[in-house]
């Protein structure tokens, strides 16, 4: 069903979206093409709040990373796509020592690798190990990877973005740390599950996009203020693009465009024939962004703080917007839930968008028109 907040809120949210449009330099200067809503359906899916989502292609199922009001954070849901429901719960570990916070599939081998921490205790004192789950999706087996470790109490950081490269079988692993801990990115044999530590950043790695045709991965450095362009086959730095506090990438392989969404609330957008930022899309606290090379859209979900941080607030909390080629919006979507997550079917270009109120947990299936 189509939700939205009060017809106030919304005609501004609407204006204001449409002015973020129009100055940007990737639109047409004179927007003339009125944005249709997304045609949306919904399901609740539970009341625990969801953390990250991916999409399954050869079973059509999405698996997401759900967190209690208690604060267990070890729960995967299963969702079927074809039924629209939850058809399976897999518990991680145990909730006193498992907290789960990214996840991934590898959609050739059908292992799902989630990363997070497991807290041990090691001679009286908790020792939280930055950890990657490599989870086996038939029978929900998993194994424990630990890749960094400290005393719980003062760890500032973890790891972040997570992708895998399932023509070579690599796992790629964001760890970020403002402050001390073992910042970069590690790279993980999926045969032999050993990792490689990378060190190249003062403070690691927030978010991973993988090119496989051209070889190359791009790394956002939230506070190095970079994306840096490496070479898969020896883990090499090609080039840095400067980049305002990169939170999401997004790739246009066929363009040579990357999209990068910073913590300022901007979409810039670059040039990978040059690196030169081209132009950039002005949104609040632009969360997520997802290019979708079939219908050539590119997905953002957009946060109002102003309405997420009022307590009484029921107007519209997150909207998702998506830009065609042609350079004009072509959908919208408001919603008071707040959405922080997105995926899409590369089969039938339908997206999935996870979102909660505090009560419950939505998943909202939407399709361009």
């Known amino acids: 069903m189509y ?3 009060s017809s106030r809120i919304a005609l501004l949210s609407m204006i204001s979206v449409s002015m973020i449009l129009m100055g940007a330099a990737i639109l047409h200067s004179g927007f003339s093409q009125i944005p249709n809503p997304f045609s949306v359906t919904s399901l609740i899916v539970g009341k625990d709040k969801p953390l990250s989502m991916a999409f399954d292609q050869k079973t059509n199922k999405i698996y997401g990373i759900f967190a209690t ?12 796509t074809a039924q629209n ?3 399976d719960t897999i518990k991680i570990g145990s909730q006193k020592n498992d907290f789960l ?3 991934t599939i590898d959609p050739t081998r059908g292992v799902i690798y989630a990363t997070g921490q497991h807290l041990v205790n090691e001679n009286d004192t908790t020792v939280a190990y930055d950890t990657l789950y490599v989870i086996n999706s038939t029978n929900n087996k998993f194994k424990t990877i630990q890749l960094y470790g400290e005393t719980e109490e003062g760890k500032e950081g973890g790891l972040a973005g997570i992708s895998v490269n399932p023509v070579t079988n690599t796992i790629y692993i964001g760890s970020l740390y403002p402050e001390g801990g073992k910042p970069g990115m590690y790279v993980i044999d999926g045969n032999t599950l050993q990792p490689v530590h990378i060190d190249k950043w003062q403070y690691g790695i927030k978010d991973i996009k993988l090119d496989p045709e051209s070889n190359l991965l791009y790394a956002g450095a939230k506070y190095d203020n970079i994306i840096s362009i490496i070479n898969q086959s020896n883990n090499e730095i090609v080039s840095n693009i400067t980049a305002e506090s990169p939170i999401a990438i997004a790739l246009n392989n066929e363009k040579k465009i990357l999209y990068e969404a910073g913590s300022d609330g901007k979409v810039n957008v670059f040039d990978l024939t040059n690196n030169k930022n081209i132009s950039s899309i002005k949104g609040e606290f632009v969360k997520k962004i997802l290019y979708n090379p079939n219908d050539k859209l590119l997905y953002l979900v957009d946060q109002n703080l102003t309405n997420i941080l009022s307590k009484n607030s029921n107007s519209t909390k997150s909207i998702a917007i998506a830009v065609n080629m042609t350079n004009n919006i072509l959908n919208k979507f ?14 039938t270009d339908q997206a999935y968008l ?8 939505k998943l909202f299936i939407v399709k361009s028109h």
């Not at 008071?336 to 089969?347: E, G, L, Q, T």
């Open 69 to 80: 009001g208690t604060g267990e954070k070890n729960l995967i849901y299963v969702i079927d």
């Open 85 to 87: 429901k939850v058809i």
């Open 334 to 347: 408001e919603t008071n839930f707040i959405v922080d997550n997105i995926i899409i079917n590369p089969s």
């Open 3 to 5: 939700e939205s907040g």
């Open 101 to 103: 916070s990214d996840i």
């Open 354 to 361: 996870l979102g909660y109120d505090g009560k419950n947990s």
